[in-house]
């Protein structure tokens, strides 16, 4: 096995608890007690290599909110993989796509394009397959929003949809929570402003485990 990358999904002990309904916070302590407990932190603990469970949760949010982005087992995966070879958390570009589109539910017909990427008055940008518009759109997001200092989703959206009144960021961010804790309702009410988009990032994270023929 060429090395080992391991990612830690973890509670953030700065999260507003107080807001948490009863069920809520079963639902939390429950999911606490299902992960591994590594000295004061608790989260998810995956080998990149063997059992990576990033494109697990991302298939969990597809078919939670039955989006035609089917088998959701490989888009889970596709979403990883643009990820880690552009260099931003996984959670991104399909927070973005629920945004925009519902997951690819309402797009213009043909287009393949889930994530509102190229969509204006004078036309739109229209790709063979998802998996093309997703890359398309990771490889701008990274180019023109991240690698310009566009780190939380209130950065990008000042300039990926700068008339929104503040929902289109406060949306993304709740996506992002919910699929850090792969609970929608947890999503909803542990989410905070200005995620980090760099948060969980293959590039920044600590590779181990020795090198083998």
């Known amino acids: 096995m060429a090395g080992v990358i391991t990612f830690y999904l973890t509670q953030r002990p700065n999260y507003n608890l107080l807001s948490l309904t009863d069920s809520s916070q079963q639902r939390l302590t429950i999911a606490n007690e299902n992960l591994p407990e590594l000295g004061q932190v608790q989260g998810i603990e995956t080998s ?59 797009i213009p017909e043909g287009s393949y394009n889930c994530l509102g990427f190229g969509i204006h008055k004078r036309g739109t940008l229209g790709f063979s397959n998802y998996e093309e518009g997703f890359e398309r759109a990771a490889r701008e997001i990274k180019q023109n929003y991240i690698d310009q200092g566009r780190t939380t989703p209130e950065e990008i959206m000042a300039k990926y949809t700068p008339s929104s009144n503040g929902s289109w960021a406060a949306s993304v961010n709740q996506w992002m929570a919910e699929m850090r804790y792969d609970d929608r309702q947890l999503g909803r009410e542990l989410k905070q402003s200005e995620a980090n988009v760099m948060e969980f990032v293959a590039s920044e994270v600590e590779a181990a485990g020795a090198m083998t023929p």
């Open 48 to 106: 990149l290599a063997t059992d990576d469970a990033r494109p697990q949760i991302v298939a969990n949010f597809l078919t939670r909110y039955n989006s035609p982005l089917v088998p959701a087992e490989h888009y889970g995966r596709v979403f990883v993989e643009l990820a880690d070879r552009y260099g931003f958390d996984f959670r991104l570009l399909p927070a973005i796509a629920m945004q925009e589109s519902g997951l690819c539910k309402n």
